[in-house]
């Protein structure tokens, strides 16, 4: 079965860095594209970045562009998000997600296009 499983969540002071990993099993992780979404306390689980099947093409949300990048080692069936600049509004439990469809160039946004999802790490950036 499908499984996400993500980490390098913490406790981050404003302005520090952290990368999270997403390290993907059964399926072939470099048919498809990729997401990370965050939900805060209280909040809608919101879109953060997505990522082509083969790394080529990216799309951030405009409140993390410029600070934060994805990426995607297939070879390791891994996805990274590198987070720079962090602020007090990151904070928020971080998700991977996979979007069912194969070798598209369409880096979709919206929560219902991923079918598979991770159980979220836990990222605080204390001011």
């Known amino acids: 079965q499908v499984q996400l499983v993500e980490s390098g969540g913490g406790l981050v002071q404003a302005g520090g860095s952290l990368r999270l990993s997403c390290a993907a099993s059964?399926?072939?992780?470099?048919?498809?594209?990729m997401g990370w979404f965050r939900q805060a306390p209280g909040k809608e689980r919101e879109f953060v970045a997505s990522?082509?099947?083969?790394?080529?093409?990216?799309y951030y949300a405009d409140s993390v562009k410029g600070r934060f990048t994805i990426s995607r080692d297939n070879a390791k069936n891994t996805l990274y998000l590198q987070m720079n600049s962090l602020e007090p509004e990151d904070t928020a439990v971080y998700y991977c997600?996979?979007?069912?469809?194969?070798?598209?160039?369409?880096?979709?946004?919206?929560?219902?296009?991923?079918?598979?999802w991770g159980q979220g790490t836990q990222v605080t950036v204390d001011s």
């Open positions: 990522i082509s099947w083969r790394g080529s093409s990216t």
């Open positions: 997600a996979r979007d069912p469809s194969r070798f598209s160039f369409v880096l979709r946004t919206t929560r219902a296009a991923y079918d598979y």
């Open positions: 059964g399926l072939t992780f470099s048919n498809y594209v």
